[in-house]
Nanobody
Framework: VQLQASGGGLVQAGGSLGLSCAAS????????VGWFRQAPGKEREFVAC????????YYEESVKGRFTISRDKAKNMVYLQMNSLKPEDTAVYYC????????????????????WGQGTLVTVSS
């Protein structure tokens, strides 16, 4: 599976930004798609994920109510709508695919995802 993330940019605090992740290749095996982010000097952290078949979503606590993950199976696309952005949301955002069907308890762990996009930079100014 190949992933291409896009949509990053510079936005003021309180603003909105939408990220897209295009999947290609062996997309029939996608089990879950996740968004992760990595801020300068910090470890990569989980943001949100969505089950490919049923659409069940899960969010990291700090983005609940502000971010929305969705997917369009027909287009092999996953989206992350980010509202009420804060300076602490500044990071490179990565989309990732789990095609092995990892158990639910692992869904927030980067090691549960086998394929990664190149990342897109989101900068939130104060």
């Amino acid at each position: 599976v190949q992933l291409q993330a896009s949509g990053g940019g510079l936005v003021q605090a309180g603003g909105s930004l939408g990220l897209s992740c295009a999947a290609s290749g062996r997309t029939s095996g996608i089990h879950r798609v996740g968004w992760f982010r990595q801020a300068p000097g910090k470890e990569r952290e989980f943001v949100a994920c969505i089950r490919w078949s049923g659409g069940t979503t899960y969010y990291e606590e700090s983005v609940k109510g502000r971010f929305t993950i969705s997917r369009d199976k027909a287009k092999n696309m996953v989206y992350l709508q980010m509202n009420s952005l804060k300076p602490e949301d500044t990071a490179v955002y990565y989309c990732a695919v789990d095609s092995r069907g990892s158990i639910q308890s692992l869904r927030t762990l980067a090691r549960a995802y086998q394929y990664w996009g190149q990342g897109t930079l989101v900068t939130v100014s104060s």
